[in-house]
């Protein structure tokens, strides 16, 4: 259960966030940081356990049937990434708290913030695979709130959008792998996708799998040619980039890629796939940083070109490749936070982020420059920090692979070159800003940070000397143990001592630096290079498709939409026609085995009532008021087919939505002139009766086919459990409550987001009320008859005592809380018809929008209550009582996830029609609903 408290928490963290807008700021940033710090003390207290070997694993059962739950798994891998994505949330909390500025809001900041910690500790721990893109597509929504926080600026909102695009469809690439994993598997269960590697490897499917899941992790980790959306994304905040680029979202595709590595690599395709990629994404990252004039673009590149490096470590096929991906996955994210910060504090305190503006800012932020300088000497992989030991180990696996066959030396060799870049860009960062002359054109005097800005930035700078000092002592623990994880075996002997005397990989590390520092020195002539080839906005042509895309399909809507609604019910129906049409041409006999059932008197009586009905609509629906009269015969004789049929409950919904739906539609008719004018063309009628015909004689066939084949259906089981599993007799209600309970969670969430939408389409709509009826009669002078409101006033007391019976009577005779909540409604409606909205605002003043949400909640609420039994969402519990002169009593949970839906039905209905009927009144009155 203490796993699940991990991303519980940092959600809880976000909603504590989003409510502290009216405090103190520091107040703010530290109650925000509660939640994570007790989650990483939950961390810490389980890494005893993981240093042992041990897996821990909790499952909380969500859809049973379908093998579906919450289930969550802490390995050596989840575990960094759990001490990264907390840890450095936790001093970029700190961070924010002095870099944003007072017009910023905070609470909003710290909300989508937490929230994003919450997507990637998701994505960390899942056990299972579509609980984990679940989490994936939150760090992409998540990630787009962040990049666009400062809305008002158009690289801010566009950088959003090509981020979400990028990633978004990425994901969608994932989900389609993750679900031909889980077929070829036959579980979706992490830990049995991850033991069966070699069925996944030699299963037809596995290199398109493969390719699917490979572009989720190399859209969302910038690599080539995805890599052009993470440079425009440094449009967010620098706290938000520091945490995207050292510990989460581009990490997140990293994560991916080693946590799938033992189930997916050891291919040739892999080894091909991700080390290609993984090389051409380092040295493209590593080129263009050395040209970047803003700081954060630099990092921006630099970033790409070390995720590239990973990545081509967890595409080469040596012993201990993977283990100097995860060294490099820590020393990345320390060095790269800091750098972030250290480049956010610069731009705080200058007044601009342009490396040709910032001159020998060392002379007025000395101690900022130093802790920058040892951050930049990391990145570049000098010695005595812990970049350069990765790098070493980096270098030392490049030696040892044969990807290219006989060409594989060319992998040392521009790896090589990469680190040149790397040394290159890095001495760039330095001098250029700290040294190099004076200052140009700064709109402020560069200044030291308040002090605990600082904070965060020499925690990490710490690290990045005690990890290169004394390696085994800081990560020996943590790295071995989700090298195990990600290798899936015992690891081969390794050290990572800082030297390891005069070898190869020394020399290429000595190469770098010193070729790094001339290419520097040299910088002139590779500008003018670089000026001379041909530029490539990613941002314009990006903006250039999205604008081509929408054009596209703006075009081909408006084509399709012209605002005729009998159009679309013509290319609706014709779309019904061929699709459900055709079939029945391949049906050798239309009539099955089964003998139809005689027809009654009854039946025949009833069915032509129907029928009459449904024609007299027809023919009269110009004659709006008689059409609506002939519609609602139809409405009541299918209610009492329901009944001649046995189905109570069904029949008693059906007829109070039929009177409901009347009002609704004489409400909206008042606004109507009471005939439509004719507008069909005698071509048009043929054709709409050749249609209706068609679609008649294919329902009819399809009907007939059914009925004289046998029916196998599902009735039996819930006729047999809805008692024993559900605790009542009435089936409908204990399907609805309970078999069914997550359908009407969801269909009570959408009728009131309907009515929440109806509710503000309505708002101070203008609309023209005529003064007469279609023959030019004025209307009554006595808007509200005193017999009418007499008698919906004696009828309130009896509906709403009618309703309770229906709904307490609902789990074992017909009801239930949706009925009873009709009738309510109905009640209620009664009473603005017969007294009008002012009376009855008068004394029943309702916050519909509040009622709607309670019900929601209530129903919620009882589905959640489930996981503290340790039982599936929405179980339902029922147990027998004796209670004192009554007897004994049932007792049933579903009763108050039925009073959710009861409470939700008769809010949303009295706001769709209240607000309607309002309307009908020349001064909208001042309602609170």
């Not at 994505?123 to 989490?135: D, E, H």
């Not at 290159?424 to 402020?444: C, E, M, Q, W």
Request: aromatic share 12%; proline share 4%.
């Amino acid at each position: 259960m203490a796993l699940l408290w991990i991303p519980l928490l940092s959600l809880l963290a976000s909603i504590i966030a989003s409510v502290t807008g009216s405090l103190n700021r520091t107040v703010s940033a530290w109650l925000t940081a509660i939640m994570p710090a007790i989650a990483l003390a939950i961390a810490i207290y389980y890494t005893p356990a993981i240093f042992s070997g041990e897996t821990l694993l909790y499952s909380l059962e969500w859809l049973p049937a379908i093998g579906i739950s919450l289930s969550f798994r802490l390995d050596g891998l989840a575990l960094l990434f759990v001490f990264m994505i907390l840890g450095i949330g936790l001093l970029v909390i700190l961070y924010a708290r002095y870099y944003l500025s007072e017009n910023d809001s905070m609470a909003k900041f710290y909300a989508f913030l937490m929230l994003f910690m919450t997507a990637m500790l998701g994505i960390v721990l899942s056990n299972n695979i579509l609980q984990l893109w679940v989490f994936w597509e939150l760090t992409s929504v998540s990630s787009f709130l962040l990049i666009s926080f400062w809305w008002h600026q158009s690289s801010a909102r566009k950088g959003a959008r090509m981020a979400l695009a990028v990633t978004g469809a990425g994901g969608l690439a994932l989900l389609a792998g993750l679900i031909m994993l889980g077929n070829i598997v036959g579980s979706y269960d992490l830990s049995v996708v991850l033991q069966s590697g070699d069925l996944i490897k030699s299963h037809a499917l596995y290199p398109v799998t493969l390719v699917l899941i490979l572009l989720g992790a190399f859209t969302k980790s910038a690599q080539f040619p995805f890599h052009f959306w993470l440079p425009h994304a440094m449009s967010a905040p620098t706290p938000v980039s520091a945490y995207l680029h050292s510990a989460t979202m581009v990490k997140a595709g990293i994560f991916l890629l080693a946590r799938f590595y033992p189930a997916l690599a050891g291919t040739e395709l892999w080894f091909l796939i991700v080390g290609l990629t993984g090389l051409a994404t380092l040295l493209l990252g590593a080129y263009i940083a050395l040209f970047k004039h803003d700081l954060k673009g630099l990092l921006a590149y630099s970033t790409i070109s070390h995720l590239g490096l990973i990545t081509l470590l967890l595409g080469l096929d040596t012993q201990l490749a993977a283990v100097a991906a995860i060294f490099h996955i820590i020393n990345h994210a320390i060095f790269k936070a800091s750098l972030f910060m250290a480049a956010g504090i610069i731009d705080h305190e200058s007044g601009t982020r342009d490396m040709r503006k910032l001159n020998g800012l060392f002379k007025f932020m000395p101690y900022t420059a130093t802790l920058a300088m040892v951050a930049s000497a990391s990145m570049a992989g000098v010695p005595l920090l812990n970049g350069f030991l990765s790098k070493e180990m980096f270098f030392a696996e490049t030696l040892h692979q044969q990807v290219l066959g006989s060409m594989s030396w060319l992998i040392p060799v521009l790896a090589t070159l990469a680190g040149v870049f790397a040394v290159a860009y890095s001495a760039r960062f330095i001098h250029d800003v700290f040294f190099n002359g004076k200052p140009i054109g700064l709109t402020k005097m560069p200044h030291e940070p308040p002090r605990y800005m600082r904070v965060p930035v020499e925690i990490l700078v710490a690290l990045c000397i005690i990890v290169g000092v004394v390696p085994n002592f800081v990560v020996d623990g943590i790295l071995t143990s989700a090298s195990i994880a990600v290798v899936g075996h015992a690891l081969p002997e390794y050290n990572l001592a800082i030297w390891h005397g005069f070898n190869l990989p020394l020399l290429m590390s000595f190469i770098a630096v010193v070729l790094g520092l001339f290419v520097y020195t040299q910088r002139k002539h590779f500008f003018q290079f670089q000026a001379s080839l041909p530029s490539i906005d990613a941002k314009a042509w990006f903006e250039l498709w999205v604008q081509t895309s929408v054009k596209f399909s703006s075009k081909f809507i408006n084509s399709i939409e012209n605002g005729s609604l009998q159009r679309y019910i013509f290319l609706f129906l014709l779309s019904v026609l061929v699709l459900a049409g055709l079939p029945l041409f391949d049906m050798i006999q239309l009539a099955g085995s089964e003998s139809l059932m005689p027809i009654s008197p009854q039946n025949a009586v009833g069915a032509g009532l129907l029928i009459a009905g449904a024609l007299a609509t027809i023919i009269w629906h110009r004659v709006r008021i008689v059409s609506l009269i002939s519609i609602s015969i139809v409405g009541l004789m299918v209610s009492v087919a329901f009944t001649r049929f046995s189905a109570p409950d069904l029949a008693l919904t059906q007829l109070i939505v039929e009177v409901v739906t009347v009002i609704l539609l004489m409400l909206a008719l008042f606004f109507l002139p009471q005939k439509t004018p004719k507008e069909s063309s005698s071509p048009r009628i043929l054709r709409d009766l050749a249609i209706a015909s068609s679609i008649g004689v294919v329902v009819g066939s399809i009907c007939y086919a059914m009925l004289t084949r046998p029916l196998s259906s599902i009735s039996d089981f819930f006729l047999a459990n809805a008692k024993t599993g559900g605790g009542g007799t009435n089936v409908v209600n204990v399907i609805l409550v309970d078999f069914r309970g997550f359908d009407t969670l969801g269909e009570i969430t959408v009728l009131g987001i309907a009515a929440l939408g109806i509710y503000k389409l309505l708002a101070n709509l203008p609309l023209f009320m005529p003064s007469s009826d279609g023959e030019g009669r004025l209307w009554a002078r006595e808007r509200h008859p005193i017999l009418l409101a007499s008698v919906s006033q004696s009828l309130l007391p009896l509906a709403l005592l009618v309703s309770v019976y229906i709904f307490l009577r609902g789990h074992n005779l017909p009801g239930g809380g949706f009925i009873a909540g009709l009738v309510t409604a109905t009640a209620f409606i009664l009473q603005y018809m017969a007294h009008g909205s002012q009376w009855v605002s008068s004394r029943f003043d309702a916050n519909y929008r509040k009622i709607i949400a309670s019900g929601i909640l209530i129903a919620l609420a009882t589905g959640v209550g489930s996981w503290f039994f340790n039982r599936p969402f929405l179980t339902s519990w029922f147990e027998y009582f004796k209670v004192p002169l009554v007897g004994k009593v049932e007792l049933a949970s579903a009763i108050a996830f039925d009073l959710g839906v009861y409470i939700t039905v008769v809010g949303s209905t009295l706001m769709i029609l209240a607000s309607l009927g309002k309307l009908t009144i020349a001064t909208e009155p001042k309602e609170n609903n």
